[in-house]
């Protein structure tokens, strides 16, 4: 099971990786188990000295009971508060932004790797995919010469 957020690269340019675990409930965790879940248009935000991950939507696991859940309710990072500490500190002295990157199973626990990162401006956006395409097409010239 991994769960990607291919936006975030698109629309971020990551200066440092984290990895977190999150607090979830045993429904949550089957229903991640099975591949579902979505990333998108989620983040992360630093309150009262805990990281909160919001936006994060686990749809309700099938064969569990569905009453009063929600989907994309705010979930807990597990992390040190040092490290807690450091990641508002890298955000407010920067204005950096702490986007989750990718959900993944590491043994029996659930982790989110989190990227610390700068919003693109839409003129870097236009000249990552330029770039993007340019190498593409040389690979295909390449594939076709030999």
């Not at 749809?59 to 705010?74: F, N």
Request: hydrophobic residues 40%.
């Amino acid at each position: 099971m991994r769960i990607v957020n291919r936006r975030a690269k698109h629309d971020y340019q990551i200066i440092d990786e984290i990895e977190a675990g999150v607090a979830l409930t045993g429904a949550e965790v089957k229903s991640l188990r099975e591949g579902r879940g979505s990333l998108i248009g989620s983040f992360v935000r630093i309150k009262d000295g805990e990281a909160w991950l919001h936006n994060f939507v686990v749809p309700a696991y099938r064969h569990a009971d569905a009453r009063g859940y929600d989907p994309a309710r705010s979930k807990k990072l597990l992390l040190h508060k040092k490290e807690i500490l450091a990641l508002s500190h890298k955000m407010e002295g920067k204005r950096l932004a702490l986007v989750p990157l990718a959900c993944y199973m590491s043994g029996r626990f659930v982790k989110v790797k989190l990227g610390l990162g700068r919003g693109k401006k839409k003129y870097e956006k236009r000249e990552a995919k330029r770039r993007l395409d340019l190498e593409r097409e040389a690979a295909r010239a390449l594939k076709s010469r030999g």
